[in-house]
T-cell receptor, first 109, second 118 residues
Framework: DQQVKQNSPSLSVQEGRISILNCDYT??????FLWYKKYPAEGPTFLIS?????DKNEDGRFTVFLNKSAKHLSLHIVPSQPGDSAVYFC????????FGTGTSLTVIP | DGGITQSPKYLFRKEGQNVTLSCEQN?????MYWYRQDPGQGLRLIYY???????QKGDIAEGYSVSREKKESFPLTVTSAQKNPTAFYLC?????????????????FGSGTRLTVV
């Protein structure tokens, strides 16, 4: 049973616009959420995280929002750049890390 | 530079053969993990180890085996009992184990090994 879901397998955005990647989870006991970025034939690299006691965390162009009542988090990238084109995984931390299926972002120049 | 190294990058195996994937880290991390990635699925945990000479099964351990004789090394053997071994395998490490509050950056991942059964 998938505890972390990313329902959009792909997303295309024009350069300079906002990219919004979404993630839903089922377990209200998760205490930390993370986003990873993955290029082809490489391992995921950490991007940004948020504690369950917060509702927003910002790092440069990247902002993660957490809505605990909806069990939903989102990653906003503003402005989007071609180098942001990659697969983005969300992950939730409980007794282990649970990963979503990933969303492939394409930023069009 | 500190990091985590997986080898080989690509691996081909004949049906019925065992094969071992290498994972080495020089980050002084205590915990190490093996994940499997299949198309359309998230990363699934195969095995993890929090300390030397100790390891635990993850969600999909059947057909796999591991060892942790050194802190730096956590090799994964894909045995002939694994019915569908073709996949992308990722090794990861962290300072804290999965039952501890994670550091804000979670895991450090290797670059992966793509295993194909021919």
């Amino acid at each position: 049973d998938q505890q972390v879901k990313q329902n959009s397998p792909s997303l295309s955005v024009q350069e300079g616009r906002i990219s919004i990647l979404n993630c839903d989870y089922t377990n209200s006991m998760f205490d930390y959420f993370l986003w990873y970025k993955k290029y082809p034939a490489e391992g995921p690299t950490f991007l940004i995280s948020i504690s369950s006691i917060k509702d927003k965390n910002e790092d440069g162009r990247f902002t993660v929002f957490l809505n605990k009542s909806a069990k939903h988090l989102s990653l906003h990238i503003v402005p989007s750049q071609p180098g942001d084109s990659a697969v983005y995984f969300c992950a939730a931390a409980g007794n282990q890390f649970y990963f979503g299926t990933g969303t492939s972002l394409t930023v069009i120049p | 530079d500190g990091g985590i190294t997986q080898s080989p990058k690509y691996l081909f195996r004949k049906e019925g053969q065992n094969v071992t994937l290498s994972c080495e880290q020089n980050l002084n991390h205590d915990a190490m993990y093996w994940y499997r990635q299949d198309p359309g699925q998230g990363l699934r945990l195969i095995y993890y180890s929090q300390i030397v000479n100790d390891f635990q099964k993850g969600d999909i351990a059947e057909g796999y085996s591991v060892s942790r004789e050194k802190k730096e090394s956590f090799p994964l053997t894909v045995t002939s009992a694994q019915k569908n071994p073709t996949a992308f395998y990722l090794c990861a490490s962290s300072f804290s184990g999965p039952h501890s509050p994670p550091q804000s950056e979670g895991y450090t991942f290797g670059s992966g090994t793509r295993l194909t059964v021919v």
